[in-house]
Structures are given as structure tokens and as C-alpha cells.
């Protein structure tokens, strides 16, 4: 799990050389300088480890680790050099696997990428979802329900990812919103009932009486995989 292993590194200054340090050593790396790059990068080149600066142009990498864990237990670490309390505890709070402070070594950097995907690998290694009637590939990012492949829009399947990872849970609107759009979709709340509204036709037997989306009033949605 270690050799070969790919590594995303999400950071507009020290990308280069961490990069270097890791391909030296065996690893596959690939380098995104801001957010959408890094979330293009990751559906294509599908890293097995995210490594990502806490300061990022335009949105920051606490909110790149919250849209990573919406679609994927890949482990995320985040890179800073604020070694502020409030700082790590946010971090950790969006699920990151690790905290970084710089100036670090490349030892210390290596040996805890090591440490990381030996204790993830087998988590890293899911490619496909099976629940109920639903059957999610994530490597192909294709869907069948009841047997038959269903297209979807990338936002569509990211946010059936998400529910599915959370299955007969009442997930809250302002979770959904900000694990698949991010924070600032906040203030943009029609988002939900658009592509709940799309998710339904494309997947339920009958749109108007749905029995796999299902919404709990005035708190959110609740995704039941069997109907």
C-alpha cells in the first residue's frame, strides 16, 4: 500500500518540492494549487491520500478537507504554519486525519505518510457501495438502482454519495448544503430541493411518492436505500 501509492498535494507554495520528496520515494504525486483544481484532480487521478495547505487562495483547505469527506474516506492532511490550538481542533473537527505544522522535515513527513496509509488501507481500497437497491461505484461514478444504470450530474452523485454513506439518518439541510456546495451555499438553500427534486425522477419508481429520498419536515432529508 505504500509503494505507488498516490498522493494529492493541494498547496500554492510548497507543492513542488513535497511532490519531489514523495515521487523520489516511491509514491505517485500530483500537485493543485486551489480548490476546484484539487477537486477536479482528485475525481481523476482518485489520490489515496490528500495532503492540503491550511491557506489556500479564496477558500481554505478546512473547507477542501469538508468537501473531500462529503464523497470519500480518503485520508486528508492539513498543512499550516499556525500552530494555534483553535486551528488544529477546527481541522480535526472537519475530519482531517492529521495536522501538520511548518517548517517540517521530510522524514517526519514520509514516516507519518507511511503510518497514514498503513492504517487506512483498507478503508482507501472501497470502491463500490452496495445498499438495499442502490449499487455505487465510486472508481467509474456510475450508479444502478434495481438493477439499471442510472446517469447521473456530478453534483447529483456527489450528494447521493453522501446520503448513502449516511443511510436511514435524518441528515439536516445546512449539513447537506455545506458538505456537497460548501459554506457559502448557506445562503442558497433551494439547492436541496433542486436536485432532491432530480435525484427523485432519476431514481424513484414514482417521483411523486417517493421511497428512497425521503424528507423529514423543516429538518432535512433522509436517504432509505431498501423503500
Known amino acids: 500500500m ?14 513542488q518540492d513535497l511532490g519531489q520528496v514523495l515521487t523520489t520515494h516511491g509514491y505517485q504525486a500530483r500537485t493543485a494549487s486551489e480548490m476546484e483544481s484539487a477537486l ?7 489520490p489515496h491520500l490528500v495532503f492540503t495547505d491550511r491557506h489556500l487562495p479564496h477558500v481554505d483547505g478546512i473547507e477542501l ?16 504554519d499556525d500552530d494555534a490550538e483553535t486551528d488544529k481542533v477546527e481541522a480535526f473537527d472537519s475530519d482531517a486525519d492529521d495536522y501538520v505544522t511548518k517548517p517540517y522535515g521530510a522524514n517526519e513527513l514520509l514516516a507519518r505518510t507511511r503510518a497514514i496509509l498503513r492504517r487506512t488501507a483498507e478503508d482507501v481500497v472501497e470502491s463500490a457501495l452496495e445498499l438495499g437497491a442502490f449499487g455505487i461505484d465510486f472508481d467509474s461514478r456510475r450508479v444502478h438502482v434495481r438493477g439499471a444504470e442510472v446517469r447521473l450530474t456530478p453534483k447529483e452523485f ?12 435524518v441528515i439536516e439541510h445546512a449539513r447537506l448544503l455545506q458538505a456537497v456546495w460548501g459554506d457559502a451555499a448557506q445562503q442558497h438553500p433551494e439547492y436541496l430541493r433542486v436536485f432532491i427534486g432530480q435525484l427523485r425522477k432519476k431514481l424513484e419508481v414514482d417521483a411523486a411518492r417517493p421511497r428512497y429520498l425521503l ?3 423543516w429538518i432535512g432529508y433522509r436517504f432509505n436505500p431498501h423503500g
Do not use: Q, T, W
Not at 505504500?2 to 507543492?15: E, H, T, W, Y
Not at 477536479?40 to 482518485?46: D, K, L
Not at 478537507?65 to 499550516?80: F, N
Open 2 to 15: 505504500v509503494a505507488k501509492s498516490r498522493v494529492l498535494i493541494v498547496d500554492s507554495d510548497m507543492g
Open 40 to 46: 477536479s484532480s482528485f475525481e481523476e487521478f482518485r
Open 65 to 80: 478537507c469538508r468537501r473531500i469527506r462529503a464523497i470519500s474516506k480518503v485520508p486528508v492532511v492539513v498543512i499550516s
Open 158 to 169: 456527489n450528494l447521493l454519495v453522501y446520503m448513502a454513506r449516511h443511510p436511514n439518518r
Open 215 to 217: 424528507i423529514e419536515a
